[in-house]
Structures are given as structure tokens and as C-alpha cells.
Nanobody, 124 residues
């Protein structure tokens, strides 16, 4: 019973910036890690960045120094600020939350929850 709604994707020229947002709602019992993944055509989904509840961050090598992940726990929202975008960043970006909720039977469930994906296209 967790829903993730993403926004902020679109078309941008190389060197431009975008800010993705992902807001979670529903029966959230606790959130550990919030993060972003991406999947380009013909390639596997890969981790872009994540941010544990303690506030530390992890970034994939291709985005280090260009992307910044942050979270607002009061709003159950995770953000991805993307600067100096490159054509190689073109992909569908998926929000991910690792945390505790309830499954269909009402029992506690700990696992991953995914957003619907938002398209980011970097092209001149």
C-alpha cells in the first residue's frame, strides 16, 4: 500500500539541468533507503544514487559531481538534482524506496517500492 509518484522529467539540451521529485504515500511504516535508478533502451536498470536514512549518499561513477540526491522526510519525498546533463544520461528514471509497509494480507513487509518512471532525454 505504498504509492510513488514521480515528476520533473523532460527534454533538455546537453549541459542543462533537471530536478526530479518522487513523493511517497500510503501505509508507510518506515523508510530506510531512498534512491533513483535509470534504464536506457537496450540496457539493464542501474543504480544512479541513493540516500539512507542517516543522510549519507552514494552515487554511481558516471554521475558523481553532477547529480545530487536529497530527501525530505517530513514530505516522504526524494529529489534528484541533475546538472551538466549529457546525452548518455538519457533514460527512464525510476524512484525507489526501501522500507517497511504492509503486504496484501496486512502483514508487515520490508522491501522495495517503485515509481512509475519518468523519461529524461538529453539531446541537442
Amino acid at each position: 500500500q505504498v504509492q510513488l509518484v514521480e515528476s520533473g522529467g523532460g527534454l533538455v539540451q546537453p549541459g542543462g539541468s533537471l530536478r526530479l521529485s518522487c513523493a511517497a504515500s500510503g501505509s508507510i511504516l518506515g523508510i530506510n533507503v531512498m534512491g533513483w535508478y535509470r534504464q536506457a533502451p537496450g540496457k539493464q536498470r542501474e543504480l544512479v544514487a541513493d540516500i539512507p536514512s542517516g543522510g549519507s549518499t552514494n552515487y554511481a561513477d558516471p554521475v558523481k559531481g553532477r547529480f545530487t540526491i536529497s530527501r525530505d522526510n517530513a514530505k516522504n519525498t526524494v529529489y534528484l538534482q541533475m546538472n551538466s546533463l549529457k546525452p548518455e544520461d538519457t533514460a527512464v528514471y525510476y524512484c525507489n524506496i526501501e522500507g517497511k509497509s504492509t503486504d496484501s494480507s496486512g502483514s508487515d513487509y520490508y522491501g522495495d517500492f517503485w515509481g512509475q518512471g519518468t523519461q529524461v532525454t538529453v539531446s541537442s
